[in-house]
């Protein structure tokens, strides 16, 4: 039987700002990702803007997506951007052996992953390549993206049709440096990064956020030693001069081993906790990461940046084994709803965090159907979208009480997942229900504040593996959730079994 449990929210005590960028999504060259998924071409039937699908583009701007990061992952260690400059039948073709060893034509390349930023309004995340690529190369990158005068960069980029220079604000160093970036030792690759960060350089007005290929999961070591790497050049401890500006954490949720992951859809009630405990592990691993970086950087100048989460599961029967398609359930939705929980509560630190990826491939917003091309937006766009009010909203510590918790590999999961922020006369607080059965009810008690307005959205569906598809579009969708009730201390809510609840408050 569960208990009655509370939430206690000081809402007039603001923590840090929660950057909209935690909201952000990684396109990688990879399966149906940026091939079908974003880019159709001019000559495609699929509605689209200089080949660019409106549809994809509609449905990412609806959930005012922050960033996008390309060209990957893995592929950016592999990625020469001349090949993808210039006119289209003439660009050279490579190799994508990460990823299903197919031919890469390199119709998508830097002025198409430009204007699909500017179309979908999200500042780019270009990944620079260390493992396979020359400093003067990167180097010839920034210069060619965001240099203003008539430099020899500057000039090519003219000669390929666009006159101004794009603003980049985040530049990524290598991705996953110890493994496909390179199988590099963390020295080695702490040395990398700082000569390939000094001549990324900033140009005109374009400031650079340089983001170094960190840790995976509870890599320590390897986030101690980039950390570590600043010490020479430290001059006054307080404001050390930083070749780079932040390191990057990937961690994938899920329920098997790299060898056999778990099914999308088929998965047992044991599975589903499994899921929830190793999901609700990001918060530990953050706490953990954060606390190695504290030493070495006090004041949390240099950010965290979780540029790859979320859920990996087997590929989708009679798919690519090399594209990394897979279905999006009622699972993977609260997965990601408990992931921006301890996003939130490590505001400070985690400055950026990107879901792999954004269509198509692993967790994805959106899925397109390869033969008709339609479009589906999954559970998971629906978290990002009832979250939107968290965006650069000030973080509310969550006090919780009387949660009940289950035993999942010898740790205990709270079953309810929550945070909250605030943002002017606005309040948005997140709830998860993480049992499969059990119905619950939790009191918000809410201080510091007058709550002169409330709505309450609710993201459920009778099966835990509710999906949608182009023959069922809202089978998973948010609504509008009448159980709630006063309480002399606020709020007395429902929280149905399996379900992500919003509660949006007016405030005096
Ligand atoms: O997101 C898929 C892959 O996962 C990325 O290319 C790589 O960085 C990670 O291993």
């Given at each position: 039987?569960?208990?009655?449990?509370?939430?206690?929210?000081?809402?007039?005590?603001?923590g840090?700002?929660?950057?909209?960028?935690?909201?952000?999504?990684?396109?990688?060259?990879?399966?149906?990702?940026?091939?079908?998924?974003?880019?159709?071409g001019e000559?495609?039937?699929?509605?689209?803007?200089?080949?660019?699908?409106s549809?994809?583009v509609?449905?990412?701007?609806?959930?005012?997506?922050?960033?996008l990061?390309?060209?990957?992952?893995?592929?950016?260690?592999d990625?020469?951007?001349?090949?993808?400059?210039?006119?289209r039948?003439?660009r050279?073709?490579?190799?994508?052996?990460?990823w299903?060893?197919?031919?890469?034509?390199?119709?998508?390349g830097?002025?198409?992953?430009?204007?699909?930023?500017?179309?979908?309004?999200?500042?780019?995340?270009?990944?620079?390549?260390?493992?396979?690529?020359?400093?003067?190369?990167?180097?010839?990158w920034?210069?060619?993206?965001?240099?203003?005068?008539?430099?020899?960069?500057a000039?090519?980029r003219?000669?390929n049709g666009?006159?101004?220079?794009?603003?980049?604000?985040?530049?990524?160093?290598?991705?996953?440096?110890?493994g496909?970036?390179?199988?590099?030792?963390?020295?080695?690759?702490?040395?990398?990064?700082?000569?390939?960060?000094?001549?990324?350089?900033?140009?005109?007005?374009?400031?650079?956020?340089?983001v170094?290929?960190g840790?995976?999961?509870?890599?320590?070591?390897?986030?101690?030693t980039?950390?570590?790497?600043?010490?020479?050049?430290?001059?006054?401890p307080?404001?050390?001069?930083?070749?780079?500006?932040a390191?990057?954490?990937?961690?994938?949720?899920?329920?098997g081993?790299?060898?056999?992951?778990?099914?999308?859809?088929e998965f047992s009630?044991?599975?589903?906790?499994?899921?929830?405990?190793?999901?609700?592990?990001?918060d530990?691993?953050?706490?953990?990461?954060s606390?190695?970086m504290?030493?070495y950087?006090?004041?949390?100048?240099?950010?965290?940046?979780?540029?790859?989460?979320?859920?990996?599961w087997?590929?989708a029967?009679?798919?690519?084994?090399?594209?990394?398609?897979?279905?999006?359930?009622?699972?993977?939705?609260?997965?990601?709803?408990v992931?921006?929980?301890?996003?939130?509560?490590?505001?400070?630190?985690?400055?950026?965090?990107?879901?792999a990826?954004?269509?198509?491939?692993?967790?994805?917003?959106?899925?397109?159907?390869?033969?008709?091309?339609a479009?589906?937006?999954?559970?998971?766009?629906?978290?990002?979208?009832?979250?939107?009010?968290?965006?650069?909203?000030?973080?509310l510590?969550v006090?919780l009480?009387d949660?009940?918790?289950?035993?999942?590999?010898?740790a205990?999961?709270?079953?309810?997942?929550?945070?909250?922020?605030?943002?002017?006369?606005?309040?948005?607080?997140s709830?998860?229900?993480?049992?499969?059965?059990?119905?619950?009810?939790?009191?918000?008690?809410?201080?510091?504040?007058?709550?002169?307005?409330?709505?309450?959205?609710v993201?459920t569906?009778p099966a835990?593996?509710?999906?949608?598809?182009?023959?069922?579009?809202?089978?998973?969708?948010?609504?509008?959730?009448?159980g709630?009730?006063?309480h002399?201390?606020?709020?007395?809510l429902?929280?149905?079994?399996?379900?992500?609840?919003?509660?949006?408050l007016?405030?005096?």
């Amino acid at each position: 039987m569960a208990t009655t449990a509370t939430a206690i929210i000081d809402l007039d005590v603001p923590g840090a700002t929660i950057s909209r960028h935690v909201y952000g999504h990684f396109a990688e060259h990879l399966g149906r990702c940026i091939y079908g998924g974003f880019w159709v071409g001019e000559d495609s039937p699929i509605p689209n803007v200089r080949g660019i699908r409106s549809d994809v583009v509609a449905a990412l701007r609806a959930l005012q997506i922050p960033n996008l990061r390309w060209p990957g992952g893995c592929f950016a260690d592999d990625y020469h951007w001349r090949d993808g400059i210039g006119p289209r039948d003439q660009r050279p073709r490579m190799v994508n052996s990460h990823w299903g060893d197919v031919v890469e034509d390199n119709a998508f390349g830097t002025h198409e992953f430009m204007d699909l930023c500017e179309l979908l309004d999200a500042a780019p995340y270009v990944s620079g390549n260390v493992g396979s690529g020359t400093v003067q190369e990167m180097s010839e990158w920034v210069e060619y993206l965001t240099r203003a005068d008539d430099s020899p960069m500057a000039a090519l980029r003219r000669a390929n049709g666009r006159d101004e220079p794009w603003r980049v604000p985040f530049w990524g160093l290598g991705n996953e440096a110890w493994g496909c970036g390179g199988n590099l030792r963390v020295e080695q690759f702490a040395s990398l990064a700082r000569q390939y960060a000094t001549y990324s350089r900033n140009h005109g007005g374009n400031e650079l956020y340089r983001v170094a290929a960190g840790a995976s999961d509870a890599d320590l070591h390897w986030t101690e030693t980039l950390m570590r790497s600043f010490d020479d050049l430290a001059a006054d401890p307080a404001e050390p001069p930083r070749p780079f500006q932040a390191v990057s954490l990937h961690y994938y949720t899920m329920t098997g081993t790299w060898g056999d992951k778990g099914d999308a859809t088929e998965f047992s009630t044991d599975e589903w906790y499994t899921a929830m405990a190793r999901a609700h592990r990001m918060d530990e691993l953050l706490t953990r990461h954060s606390t190695v970086m504290d030493r070495y950087d006090p004041h949390r100048k240099v950010g965290l940046v979780v540029d790859e989460w979320g859920t990996w599961w087997n590929v989708a029967k009679g798919t690519n084994p090399g594209f990394l398609y897979q279905q999006n359930t009622l699972r993977d939705a609260l997965v990601a709803s408990v992931h921006f929980d301890a996003f939130h509560r490590h505001a400070e630190r985690v400055v950026m965090a990107n879901i792999a990826q954004t269509v198509n491939v692993l967790q994805a917003m959106i899925l397109t159907d390869p033969d008709s091309g339609a479009l589906v937006l999954t559970p998971t766009y629906h978290v990002f979208a009832m979250n939107a009010g968290h965006h650069d909203a000030s973080a509310l510590a969550v006090h919780l009480r009387d949660v009940d918790t289950r035993t999942v590999e010898g740790a205990e999961l709270p079953l309810v997942s929550a945070s909250a922020s605030v943002k002017g006369d606005s309040a948005l607080v997140s709830l998860s229900n993480l049992d499969v059965d059990t119905d619950r009810t939790i009191v918000l008690d809410l201080r510091g504040r007058d709550v002169v307005g409330y709505e309450v959205r609710v993201l459920t569906a009778p099966a835990l593996d509710a999906h949608n598809t182009p023959e069922r579009l809202d089978a998973v969708a948010p609504t509008a959730h009448d159980g709630v009730r006063s309480h002399p201390r606020g709020f007395e809510l429902d929280l149905p079994a399996h379900s992500y609840v919003t509660v949006s408050l007016d405030l005096r």
